[in-house]
């Protein structure tokens, strides 16, 4: 490792320096430039090659526990600590979540109780949704955008974006969402207790499509804690890192993320390392 060291760093200190500063011998350096890498020291650059591609291919996002199963998935056998130490060694390090609490806007009308009670896994698809909306910042103003998901897949299957956060921005959601699932019948939808949620219009709409309402306590965030992390996600994997010149400009990123990479790429650590849409696919219900 001292002699890594002073390979790497040769063309900014002196070579006589360091060799003294780290108690080597300069001829034993000179000597090991010469000797050929060890066959652990190739695989670790090979290895190291794939980790890196991973870890860019993410997006930069992605930590050592998602890189190795993409290693495992291209057949590459690694262990967890290797892959950590790979990553250190290259500076590879994901980005940090940012963690917020959301903020409710407008009277309510019709609060629901909390029926999904925080039971977070479905035993098949469209029999949970989580829903919520966001809010993003642009030159031109607030960008909101709104979600639901299955918890079955964790798949984004409904969303939708608006400058205005009003019962028609979380309807919009909710109608792709059973669109694209072929109108299931008997689907719980969780929500918190905005007043888009909570309106007239949204109820007829869940009612009219025989949906359950479940809506989480008065400021609690864990109540909707799988939502939550959806978001949290894509503001740490994306939006933190983007300057939003215009809504439009913020609506492509998001569509981006949402069916280019988190829904058919994005490693999920509740399906195994699997995406939603692989997920989906071997359960045989994409």
């Not at 829903?131 to 984004?156: C, H, K, M, N």
């Not at 008065?218 to 804690?225: C, I, M, P």
């Not at 740490?236 to 439009?248: K, T």
Request: with cysteine.
């Amino acid at each position: 490792m001292r002699f890594a060291f002073i390979a790497k760093h040769r063309g900014i200190w002196p070579v006589a320096w360091m060799c003294e500063a780290l108690g080597v011998s300069r001829g034993g350096f000179h000597a090991w430039l010469g000797r050929p890498p060890s066959r652990r020291s190739r695989l670790d650059t090979e290895v190291g090659e794939r980790v890196k591609a991973s870890f860019l291919a993410s997006d930069r996002t992605y930590g050592a526990r998602r890189v190795r199963h993409d290693l495992l998935a291209e057949g590459i056998a690694c262990g967890l600590h290797r892959v950590e130490r790979l990553m250190r060694q290259r500076g590879l390090r994901a980005r940090p979540r940012r963690r917020g609490l959301p903020k409710d806007a407008g009277e309510r009308s019709v609060i629901a109780g909390n029926v999904l009670d925080r039971q977070f896994n479905a035993g098949g698809p469209n029999q949970k949704w989580v829903a919520d909306f966001t809010y993003i910042w642009t030159a031109e103003g607030w960008l909101y955008v709104a979600a639901v998901i299955d918890l079955y897949s964790r798949r984004v299957v409904g969303w939708s974006m608006s400058d205005t956060m009003t019962a028609q921005l979380v309807a919009d959601a909710l109608v792709m969402a059973l669109w694209r699932r072929g109108k299931p019948r008997a689907v719980l939808h969780h929500s918190d207790q905005g007043s888009q949620y909570t309106s007239q219009q949204f109820q007829r709409l869940l009612t009219d499509n025989g949906i359950t309402c479940s809506m989480s306590r008065a400021g609690n965030v864990w109540d909707n804690a799988a939502m939550e992390s959806f978001f949290s996600s894509l503001k740490a994997e994306r939006v933190a890192r983007a300057v939003y010149q215009s809504r439009n400009q913020a609506r492509a990123d998001v569509f981006d993320y949402i069916e280019r990479f988190y829904n058919p790429t994005r490693r999920h650590s509740t399906l195994g390392y699997l995406s939603p849409v692989d997920f989906e696919r071997n359960a045989g219900v994409a």
